[in-house]
């Protein structure tokens, strides 16, 4: 997951995602 800049990207959006479930 934390392989490239575009990959923790899109792990920290999907934690956000997580957390906040707008």
């Known amino acids: 997951i ?3 800049k575009g990959d923790i990207g ?3 959006n999907f934690k956000r ?4 479930p707008v």
């Open 2 to 4: 934390f392989s490239s």
């Open 17 to 20: 995602e997580t957390t906040k």
């Open 10 to 12: 899109i792990y920290r």
